[in-house]
């Protein structure tokens, strides 16, 4: 018997904090308990939503059907040659410590993604990115299950096509397969990526030597000083994503408002920092109910506390009408909104 509970609550179980109850809640804790779900035609009848550690999502008041909350635990290296590291993880493994574990065994390449929230299965969901590195950049291949056949497919690199903030996961794969074991390929030839300005700073200031270890102590210090901590303040992380626009449009709006904020993406287009966006448009640490944008980084949304989705959705809309008007650009949700 499969140890399913009904009505479970899922506040604690994601970083917004949002109130929300799922239908029906088991805990996955091997492949094979996976592959038994997937065969029982019963739980198969039911919309099928996939938990890691909560931290991209908007949950609806009531998530239908049945959620999966995937605990599959472990970390190993896998395999080595005279180049790299090849590190793997399940997908329950805290992203974070997981981070941090790898940096102590000497295998630099994921620091500069300290402090992120959330689970390993989850990470290449939407290509997670910090600091000038992203998900893209150290994946070797992952293992996923499909949600139909229990088929055990290793995917490659290609085959994920990563983007800013997604991958084939979040697109054509949503909903039809379930991440259980990545890997990563951790070069032996550390190449140190500390071109972001702020953690260049950072390092300079705390008069640090660069190497793995630094950049992560470089990276939670940035972090801490300019992120809220889900557990004391809830939030997902960036809630919109910096805008991919033409360059013509970027240049016209850059004469209009010098300070702007915009990155190079290709020979055409360039990436507009919706923070800087939605702070000049006035609402960085403003409320509209229970939620807000937080204070020292107006791309978040917290929560100050007993908020739901509609509250969220509320403030999005608010917002993205806000952008809309003044910069005539569309910003979009950057987490998943289940329901
Ligand atoms: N800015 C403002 N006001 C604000 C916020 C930002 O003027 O209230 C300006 C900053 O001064 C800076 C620029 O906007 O010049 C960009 O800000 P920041 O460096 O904080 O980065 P971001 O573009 O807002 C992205 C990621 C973050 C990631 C940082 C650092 C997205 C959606 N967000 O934020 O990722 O930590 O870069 O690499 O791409 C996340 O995805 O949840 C997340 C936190």
Known sequence: ???????????KLNTFGLQSYAEQFLRIESIEQLQECI????????????????????LAELVHGLVLKIDLLGKTLVAEDADAWYVQA???ENWHQFVQWTIAQGWGGLENLSLIPGTVGASPVQNIGAYGVEIKDVMHELKAVHLHSGELK?????????????????????GLWCIVAVTFRLAKEHLAKTSYGEIEQELATQSLAINAANIAKAVIAVRQRKLPDPAVLGNAGSYFKN???????AQTLKQQYPGL?????????SKLAAGWLIDQAGWKGRQLGPVGMYQRQALVMVNHGGASASDVKALEKEIQLAVQQKYQVTIEAEPISWN
């Not at 690199?157 to 996961?169: G, T």
């Not at 904020?261 to 287009?269: E, G, K, R």
Request: contains cysteine; proline residues 8%.
């Open 90 to 92: 399940a997908a329950g």
């Open 261 to 269: 904020v915009l990155y190079p993406v290709d020979a055409n287009h």
């Open 39 to 58: 065969r029982n035609p019963e739980l198969r009848a039911m919309t099928w939503s996939l938990l890691g550690g909560g931290s991209n999502l908007v």
């Open 243 to 249: 805008p991919i626009v033409p360059n013509q449009i």
């Open 1 to 11: 018997m499969l140890p399913i509970q009904s009505h479970y609550p899922l506040t």
């Open 154 to 174: 290793t995917f490659t690199h290609d085959e994920c096509r990563f983007a800013y903030r997604d991958s084939f996961f979040k697109q054509e794969g949503a």
